[in-house]
Each structure stands twice: as structure tokens, then as C-alpha cells.
């Protein structure tokens, strides 16, 4: 059996209890695989990017076959939400829901134009939903994926610059550091899996930091020699990351340094360049 999210985001936790610990959110619009199933909890699978746990049953949203095939066809080539919060509000019934970024709208399109009081053209975006239209601004919206450059980049996370760190999260009030890369990465249609050890089997090796491009993948390790931690290179001195709240800071061979602390607060291990 197929489901998908309707809320905002829905968080998905390792064991069938509310006390247990979020691996992951699912946003808005994705779907998944429904596993197991118990009294108030089903054990799912997300498509996005393979991860399993459990979800509070009634939070998730059952497909038919049929609705799954047609919703699955429109949402391949769907258009993204590209800031940290959006508003959209639902034809049907007029009520308001909060979309965080990386949030994928199917059917999307700009509508006809309509006047303000000043006169002026207000340019509406659409979206579908298993046969719901929803209206959301144009502006907060990308119909493709930007190209991965500097300045792109830093266009893209200037707005999540101080998102505070939670374990597990990736919406705009919480984000840990594999899923606040894999919602910016997925910005320059580049599909991340979900942890940090994970994404660093992505993509191709890049040899040092002097060879950096914007939107690398930087990878950190514990004393233990495992990856724990990943940031995105601005450029070959500089990174972004999420450790403690979203944040720039100064980057060279051996890792982060920490211009607060005056030590470096993570050791750089790997780079990895995502091309697809």
C-alpha cells in the first residue's frame, strides 16, 4: 500500500512510540511505501530517498493504485518550494498550510493574472494535490532547478542562515546537518540521500580543499574515523553548514574553524561533487 503527507511535515521516529527518537520528516506531498501496520502506527518507507520508521497513522494519507500512478507521473517534473517557509491555500475549502522548503508542488503553473486594489498584476501560483488545487506565491516557488554556482548558492541559503539544529528535522524550524543539505541540494536538482555517511558514497571524489567548487559536499568525522557531520562549500575557504543553528564559517584542509572558539571544531575528511 501506497501514502502520502498532507501536513506539513510528519515525523517519522525509529520505534512505534511517541517518546522515540525522529530519524527524518516527511514533507508535504511525499509519498511512500506503507510497510507494517499496527493500532496508531504504520511502519513506512519514503521514495525520496529510502528511509524507514514509523508514522502516527493518523497523519498519513492512504493512495490507490490509481491515485498513486497519476500523482507519481505529475510530481516527476514537479516544481519546488525554494524558501525556508510558504504559505498555500487549498481551493476546496480556503484553509491555509505552511509548506517548508524542498517541498515539491505537482501540476504546478502561474495562473491568469489578477488586479490588486492598487491596480497592479498579481501573478498566482497552482498546484494539485490528488485532485485538489492549491494557489501559493509565485515568488517563493522554482518551476526548474537553478544552476550550482557561487552566486546561486549563496542566493539560495541566505535565507536559512540561523535555522536552529534538530536531530532529524528538515523544515524550516529544525534541520540537522544531512537534512539541511539534502533540502538546499535539492534546490540544484541534486538528490541527496538522508544521512551524512550515506551521502558521502555520492557522487565523485574531489582530491583537496584547493579544488572546491561551490555546492561540494564536505564531510566531518568523529575521533572514531566515522562521518558524522556534512556541510556545502561556498568556495574553497568557506562553508555551510548546520551545527548548532545554520551558519557560515572559514574552511581549509584540515576542517572548520571555529572563529568564536579559536579551534576547529570539525575535522575534514572527504569532498564529494554530486553531478545529477
Not at 3 to 28: C, D, H, K, M, W
Not at 133 to 156: C, H, W, Y
Amino acid at each position: 500500500m501506497k501514502g502520502i503527507s498532507l501536513y506539513s511535515v510528519i515525523p517519522v521516529r525509529t520505534e512505534a512510540r511517541e517518546g522515540a527518537e525522529q530519524n527524518t520528516q516527511i514533507l508535504f506531498g511525499e509519498t511512500f511505501d506503507i510497510l507494517e501496520e499496527q493500532p496508531r502506527w504504520l511502519r513506512v518507507r519514503l521514495h525520496l530517498d529510502g528511509q524507514e520508521g514509523w508514522v502516527d497513522a493518523k497523519m498519513a494519507t492512504p493512495m490507490s493504485p490509481a491515485e498513486y500512478k497519476t500523482y507519481r507521473a505529475d510530481y516527476s517534473s514537479a516544481a519546488i518550494v525554494a524558501m525556508p517557509m510558504a504559505y498555500a491555500v487549498s481551493e476546496n475549502n480556503g484553509q491555509t498550510i505552511p509548506l517548508t522548503a524542498g517541498t515539491r508542488l505537482a501540476k504546478y503553473c502561474i495562473t491568469s493574472s489578477q488586479p490588486s486594489l492598487e491596480g497592479r498584476e498579481i501573478k498566482i501560483g497552482r498546484f494539485e494535490v490528488l485532485g485538489v488545487g492549491f494557489q501559493i506565491d509565485p515568488g517563493m516557488v522554482i518551476s526548474k532547478s537553478l544552476d550550482l554556482n557561487e552566486q546561486n548558492l549563496l542566493q539560495a541559503v541566505r535565507f536559512f542562515l540561523n535555522i536552529p539544529y534538530l536531530w532529524g528535522g528538515k523544515n524550516a524550524m529544525g534541520m540537522d546537518c544531512s537534512g539541511f543539505t539534502q533540502v538546499i541540494m535539492s534546490l540544484f536538482g541534486k538528490p541527496l540521500k538522508r544521512n551524512a555517511s550515506e551521502q558521502a558514497e555520492q557522487g565523485r571524489k574531489i582530491a583537496d580543499v584547493s579544488k572546491v567548487h561551490a555546492g561540494d559536499l564536505l564531510f566531518f568525522d568523529h575521533e572514531d574515523g566515522k562521518i558524522c557531520h556534512v556541510g556545502i562549500a561556498i568556495d574553497s575557504e568557506r562553508v555551510i553548514h548546520c551545527s548548532g543553528r545554520v551558519k557560515v564559517e572559514k574552511l581549509d584542509s584540515k576542517g572548520i574553524f571555529n572563529a568564536e572558539t579559536g579551534e576547529y571544531s570539525h575535522h575534514l575528511v572527504a569532498i564529494r561533487r554530486v553531478e545529477s
